[in-house]
């Protein structure tokens, strides 16, 4: 079927139908459509386009439509132009030609806005969902091992001790921020566009406020070109969700990393690794390395949107039409990829042993002596130099930190007190970083208890 054909001797070429049908990814709409279509049908009855019987009749239908839409049969066969025009066959197979006054006053071009409002929604509250479901996976873990010990990497080189609750809340606050951007764009999405007709505003006196709040929307949107047009609001869903990946990319890395046998940090659960076709000792981060490469296919998802948009005239070009593939597509990876992170941390264990002693052997604690120096008058230049000499010279006689007694320490320099020697294990050094935002375990024990309570107040 089509909802326009009266200006043409001929129809579409079956080379044109296939190449512009979207009704085979945009069916995914088909909820979001018959929600809209109803509210519509109720503002078409209260501007006296509808009696309140035909309202009736209509809301059935579309019940009834979108109980059989369950039902993938539903879909077979139907060459429909796209959802939209799907819904309204669906409807005047069932009410004949009540069904067309539907579409009174009313352009796809909103309502394709307003369908992909509606999905979107949902989606990003589910993505929401999901990312703080990780994000209380990260905490749990943080609580298992309150005071693991583990170097902290600079250019992937060993560089300070850190505790690994700490390492763990880094993409705490990470994925915080993420949950803003996605409630920033949730804001954005969540205005109701009908009204605004193809690009003029509908010719009927709609009442607005009445459709928002039926939909549950946060307000209307204020220019009916700017609806036709705009597509930012799923760009800035994209933008999100590429954010997200890209977190997660870097959180995948470093678990791939750390669960390998050269660092032995982390064993992962037998559920979320995999096995090889022919090396039988095999145990594979297949589910990190997965949620690492999303990131390219989501990113190119924005990117492909962002390009497409680039340089059209205002309003409405078909070419939007190509906004639903890289939209869908990232919200599904974005939501697998959430869900997949979460069960490898719910399934890691860490071997804390490994990392402490990756700590104790090297120097990560040159920085905790020189400042001790620094504290103790040297002036902050000479007490590098100084600990940069005992580094070099541990170095060339193999010999680890704790390895140096209080004697050697203040016969290196004299520099040196006594006390400082405590400063060679990893654990005493962290104690001078009892700054707000730092590693002290004071520091990380209070930051612990409040993100958990942020989570908590975020959840509700
Ligand atoms: N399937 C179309 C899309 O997704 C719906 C809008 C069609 N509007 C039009 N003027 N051809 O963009």
Do not use: C
Not at 7 to 13: A, T
Not at 55 to 76: T, V
Not at 175 to 191: G, K, S, W
Not at 335 to 349: H, I, N, Y
């Amino acid at each position: 079927m089509k909802l326009w054909g009266g200006r043409f001797e001929s129809g579409p070429s079956e080379v044109f139908e296939r190449f512009s049908g979207s009704l085979h990814f945009d069916k995914r709409l088909i909820d979001a459509d018959i929600r809209g279509s109803q509210a519509f049908a109720r503002a078409l009855e209260r501007v006296g386009i509808l009696t309140s019987e035909e309202l009736q009749q209509l809301l059935a239908a579309f019940d009834a439509i979108r109980e059989e839409a369950k039902d993938p049969a539903f879909f077979q066969g139907a060459n429909d132009e796209d959802v939209h025009t799907l819904v309204i066959r669906k409807l005047k197979e069932r009410v004949g030609g009540l069904a067309d006054k539907i579409h009174t006053g009313r352009s796809r071009n909103e309502q394709v806005s307003l369908d992909t409002r509606l999905w979107l929604r949902e989606k990003i509250d589910r993505s929401r969902g999901l990312l703080l479901d990780f994000m209380g996976s990260l905490l749990a873990m943080a609580r298992k091992y309150p005071d693991a010990v583990v170097p902290g990497y600079t250019h992937l080189r060993r560089a300070q001790a850190v505790l690994w609750p700490h390492y763990l809340l880094a993409y705490f606050e990470m994925f915080d921020r993420d949950r803003e951007r996605l409630d920033q764009a949730r804001a954005r999405v969540n205005r109701m566009p009908l009204g605004s007709g193809a690009l003029a505003g509908s010719g009927f006196p709609f009442d607005r406020e009445a459709i928002a709040r039926e939909l549950g929307f946060d307000g209307l949107t204020r220019n009916s070109m700017d609806v036709s047009a705009d597509r930012d609001f799923a760009l800035d869903f994209l933008s999100a969700a590429s954010m997200i990946l890209l977190h997660l990319s870097r959180f995948a890395e470093d678990w791939i990393l750390y669960s390998s046998e050269e660092f032995g940090w982390l064993e992962l659960g037998d559920d979320v690794t995999s096995g090889s076709s022919l090396m039988p000792q095999k145990k594979n981060p297949d589910s990190l390395e997965l949620i690492r490469g999303k990131v390219g296919r989501v990113f190119g998802s924005y990117t492909s949107l962002f390009l497409t948009m680039k340089g059209l005239p205002l309003t409405y070009n078909r070419d939007m039409q190509e906004d639903k593939e890289p939209l869908f597509d990232a919200a599904d990876q974005l939501a697998g990829s959430l869900e997949m992170a979460r069960a490898v941390v719910d399934s890691a264990q860490l071997r804390v042993e490994k990392p402490a002693a990756a700590a104790e052997e090297s120097w990560v604690v040159a920085t905790d002596l020189a400042e001790a120096l620094a504290r103790n008058g040297t002036p902050f230049h000479k007490a590098h130099q100084i600990v940069g000499r005992l580094v070099l010279e541990s170095v060339r006689s193999g010999k680890a930190p704790a390895q140096w007694t209080p004697e050697e320490l203040t016969a290196f320099a004299p520099e040196f007190t006594p006390e400082m020697a405590k400063l060679l294990r990893p654990q005493e050094g962290m104690k001078t970083r009892e700054i707000a935002g730092g590693t002290g375990p004071k520091a990380v024990s209070r930051a612990l208890e409040e993100a958990e309570a942020r989570l908590a107040s975020l959840r509700l």
